[in-house]
């Protein structure tokens, strides 16, 4: 069940993130609504999460996952560019936190 909560807390921070870029630096109500409740949520079920499995483990998937996710989303959604130190970035990222 763990993994289920993790998997829920990496889907609402993944959300959380990618729809902040629409709040205009929490300048529109609406959009700023979705970004605030995602974290929330992400930090209650990462919470829960904790309860059955360690830390580190649980934190370095949740950080991993989400960070590639994102980046993923902004090179489709956003046209974000793709060099090579942003993919060593990127990389190196993920590397260290597993």
Known sequence: M????LAGA???EVAATTTMK???GFNRLGP????LLGY???FALLAQTLKSMSTGTAYATWA???TAAV???GLV?????????KVSGIVLDLGGAH
């Open 64 to 66: 991993g996952i989400g």
């Open 10 to 12: 990496i889907t609402a």
């Open 22 to 24: 629409y709040s205009d």
């Open 40 to 42: 929330v949520v992400s």
């Open 2 to 5: 763990g993994y289920v909560m």
């Open 71 to 73: 980046a993923a989303i």
């Open 77 to 85: 959604l956003f046209g974000e560019g793709r060099n090579l130190a």
């Open 32 to 35: 700023s609504l979705v970004p």
